[in-house]
């Protein structure tokens, strides 16, 4: 009975940690300092590893949250955007979501207006439509992406998004 309650405990920490559960109990992550937790630069997450240069273009940093498995079928991570910074164009076979932790970037759809997104916004990206996201030219941009379903694959990467492209007034 101790062991089973200890293998429940320890299961819904890690779930609770990686889903900021609000009011969890059983909350394992440590606390930053006070002084620290009210500063609004304060990242969510770690910063992860260096974006490779050949599917984004700038500097951005990726950092794996949940990895695909037999149970949980979708690749969850969240990317930093430095200013400039943006994912090449590409699409998701079954679509994307993505969550907006910390300041402003575009998510531009082939074909449509670049969209601006803010801290707080949410956006689905469908099965399959080239896209692209990432960082204004003067603000760095976070976002958790969500790609569901993942057995029907993750991203298909295509050309970078040109200068040109990522400066065009709408
Ligand atoms: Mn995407």
């Known amino acids: ?19 900021l559960t609000a009011g969890c109990q059983e ?13 609004a ?6 910063k992860g590893e260096k974006a490779p240069a050949e599917n984004f273009t700038g500097t951005a940093w990726v950092t794996n949250l949940v990895a695909p498995d037999s149970i949980y079928t979708t690749a969850t991570g969240s990317v930093v955007f430095e200013a400039g910074a943006r994912t090449n164009w590409h699409s998701h076979p079954p679509g994307q979501l993505l969550l907006v932790t910390e300041g402003v970037g575009y998510h531009q759809i082939e074909g449509e207006h670049k969209q601006t997104i803010r801290k707080g916004d949410v956006v689905k990206c469908p099965p399959n439509v080239t896209h692209w996201h990432g960082a204004t ?7 958790i992406y969500i790609v ?7 991203v298909n990467w295509k050309q970078p998004v040109t200068d040109e492209e990522f400066n065009r007034k709408n």
């Not at 030219?137 to 976002?143: A, G, I, K, R, V």
């Not at 569901?148 to 993750?154: K, L, S």
């Open 137 to 143: 030219p003067d603000s760095s941009m976070t976002h």
């Open 1 to 19: 009975m101790k062991t089973r309650n200890i293998q429940l405990s320890l299961g819904f920490a890690l779930a609770s940690a990686a889903l």
């Open 41 to 46: 630069t304060q990242a969510i997450f770690q």
């Open 148 to 154: 569901p379903n993942t057995d029907e694959g993750i």
């Open 27 to 39: 909350q394992t992550t440590e606390r930053e300092p006070e002084s620290a937790a009210g500063n």
